[in-house]
């Protein structure tokens, strides 16, 4: 079993001492493993975290970023800005940043591809409300999310991105998808992949499981044939609980 990827997203949440006594609480507690952990914190704790992470296996992303370089985009920070003080990976397009903030595909696509341009590591949110499931649209809208996401990226680059299916149903509501359903609606991006990228490109792309994940189904979760790790939410924010989540296996 490849490794997985497991993020959390501390969405508005953590001041600078809590985040610097949370990485001191997770890190003993994820230094054995073998899974990649990332925290995406707010931007005025990227710093107090990434100073406290230093010497640890804990990386550290940011939760959004704009896709010009500069400018008069009061309240902006571009991936310049974070690749300068060293952070890896970034979050674009969650469901929260299209509902309430007006993002768009395309304004996912233009994301990804500045984050690129500078190293950073995108992690892409895609996923379907609760009416578009119950109308069984699950595969095509999450399928087209993640094509449009992609378009004009080399498939080094889509090789690359990280995917996080998120089912907006799910999250922070306590439901979530089951292991089946997940695993079959990551197969489906995954198979959307294989079709634009090729076989071997789709087989290195990470997808991840997000919505309600935490430690009494991380395990049964992680284990579907397609799912590549978790993007975890209110569960990220005890590092107990998000330890548990990342030693899954044990």
């Known amino acids: 079993m490849k490794k997985k990827v497991i993020a959390g997203n501390w969405k508005m949440n953590m001041l600078p001492n809590e985040a610097i006594k949370f990485i001191e609480e997770l890190a003993p507690l994820v230094k054995d493993t073998e899974n990649e952990v990332i925290l995406c914190v707010p931007y005025t704790d990227l710093f107090y975290a990434l100073l406290t992470a230093q010497g640890t296996n804990i990386k550290i992303g940011a939760q959004n970023m704009h896709f010009e370089e500069k ?56 996923g379907e409300t609760l009416e578009q499931r119950e109308a069984g649209e699950t595969v095509a809208i999450i399928t087209k999310q993640t094509e449009l996401a992609l378009e004009g990226l080399t498939e080094n680059q889509v090789q690359n991105t990280i995917i996080a299916y998120e089912p907006i149903w799910a999250i922070g509501t306590g439901k979530t998808a089951t292991k089946e359903d ?11 992949i294989v079709e634009k990228y090729g076989q071997m490109v789709a087989k290195g792309v990470i997808i991840q499981y997000g919505g309600s994940v935490k430690s009494s189904n991380a395990k049964e979760l992680f284990e579907m044939s397609d799912i590549d790790g978790g993007l975890v939410g209110g569960a990220s924010l005890n590092a107990e609980e998000f330890g548990k989540i990342v030693n899954f296996e044990r």
């Open 182 to 192: 997940a695993n079959e609606s990551i197969r489906a991006i995954r198979e959307k």
């Open 71 to 126: 400018g008069a985009y009061t309240g902006e920070v571009s991936a310049e800005m974070l690749k300068s003080i060293n952070v890896e990976y970034v979050i674009i397009g969650h469901s929260e940043r299209r509902q309430y903030f007006a993002e768009t595909d395309e304004t996912v696509n233009k994301k990804i591809k500045a984050a690129f341009k500078v190293g950073l590591k995108p992690i892409v949110c895609v």
